[in-house]
């Protein structure tokens, strides 16, 4: 009987330990994987910002692009209708010389 209550005794004490350390590796592998969900955050966190100096530095190139793009179109608006302007003065100039030869009878 003393036997028996000592070999009880082992066992809970075995048991006791294996419980102590199962709980340890369960800390263990709850540190670890914070752990790693905190790398992927940070990983995650910089992968964003790489992405968005990429995408900012992308559309401002754009940008610039397309100002140039209309800045040319702008000047070529300007030239054609200084262009049409210069036709329209002279076509003017002409047609009051014509009128003035005729009122006059040069």
Do not use: F, P, W
């Amino acid at each position: 009987m003393k036997e028996a209550l000592e070999r009880i005794r082992l066992a809970e004490e075995q048991n006791e330990h294996a419980q102590k350390q199962l709980l340890n590796e369960i800390d263990y592998y709850q540190q670890e994987k914070q752990n790693a969900l905190q790398e992927q955050q940070t990983l995650n966190q910089q992968l964003r910002k790489e992405l968005m100096v990429e995408l900012e530095s992308s559309l401002l190139e754009q940008e610039r692009l397309l100002e140039r793009q209309l800045q040319a179109e702008a000047q070529q608006v300007d030239a054609k209708n200084e262009e049409i302007y210069l036709q329209q003065k002279n076509e003017m100039v002409q047609k009051i010389i014509k009128e003035m030869r005729g009122a006059y009878g040069c």
